[in-house]
């Protein structure tokens, strides 16, 4: 690819993205009066996440199997109490335990 | 709300950003140089939408218009975002702090600034930001750097680290709050039909993790709304 579309391509991926952001961001200055409105804005993050997060993590890795487990760790690691960085870290250990064990194997 | 209470709450993301977007500089390092990769990272911060956005310029085919489509409806939540946090900042989170900071709401960083019992001002979101977008930028520098050394076995278990990130947001909420949890199964439900339901598989993955996202999230507002339990005083006085 040349550096002019690179410039192009980067320009129109950016400039979605911001305007994506700053536009409602800016326009809503008062508060939001609705109550059905208010409550499915407080979902909406938490379901935005589960919907990125299954099942697109089965996919991300070398086998189906090293994904679910990660889940399944991640789950009861932030069950536990984990954090942010904590759950992460057992995700990324399970895959790479289960990974490579079914390398060994 | 302070600038430095924003860095350190922020940190946590910043480190899974560096993890995440270290998988994002090894996948673009395959066709870009380095600062090129670099720069898309710098430019976006986003995760889904980058990755999205690569495939299309590695696609010979790729055409600006579909850059700009995928673009708009896999950033799309970004939008329910800034609604969301528009309803949570303080008041003197004025136009032109907002027009600065707005690159600063993504998945993660939103998700913390709303579960803040206090209104978000515009130093605390600045604060909160800085590491994760130093993480995200640097991360991306140094996987398209020196990435290709790494054997796929840690990459993609890297790559795992922004699920963990996600889950570690969700299922608190999950347990604290029932009907989150609902909420939830409904989305995870929602999104596995768009995955293995034969009519539905042409939906493209951004657009249907909007659907989920909508469908779940107004079955939650219609049989189980939320309490005001964020609402400042300052509102109750006029009255709803």
Known sequence: ?105 | MKFSKGVQDGLPIGLGYFAVSFSFGIAGSRFLSWPLVTFISMTNLTSAGQFAGLQIMADAAGTFIEMAIATFFINLRYSLMAISLSQKVAPNFGTFKRLLLATGITDEIYALAVSQPEPVTARYFAGLMVLPYIGWSSGTLCGAVCGEILPALVTNALGVALYGMFVAIVVPQMKAHRPTLIAVLIAIACSFAFKFVPALSGVTVGFAIIICALVASLIGAAFFPVKDENEECEQSKEGA
Request: charged letters at 10%; one cysteine or more; proline letters at 3%.
């Open chain 1, 1 to 105: 690819m040349n550096l002019r579309d690179y410039c192009l391509f980067l320009l129109v991926m950016a400039g979605v993205t911001y305007l994506l952001r700053a536009v409602p961001f800016v326009l809503l200055k008062g508060k939001i009066k609705s109550r059905f409105w208010r409550s499915f804005l407080a979902y909406v993050p938490y379901t935005v996440l589960a919907a990125m997060t299954v099942p697109a993590i089965l996919y991300s890795t070398n086998s189906m199997l090293s994904g679910a487990c990660a889940l399944v760790a991640a789950v009861i690691a932030s069950l536990l109490g984990r954090g942010l960085v904590g759950v992460a870290v057992v995700a990324c250990v399970t895959v790479l335990g289960v990974d490579g064990i079914m390398l060994l194997l």
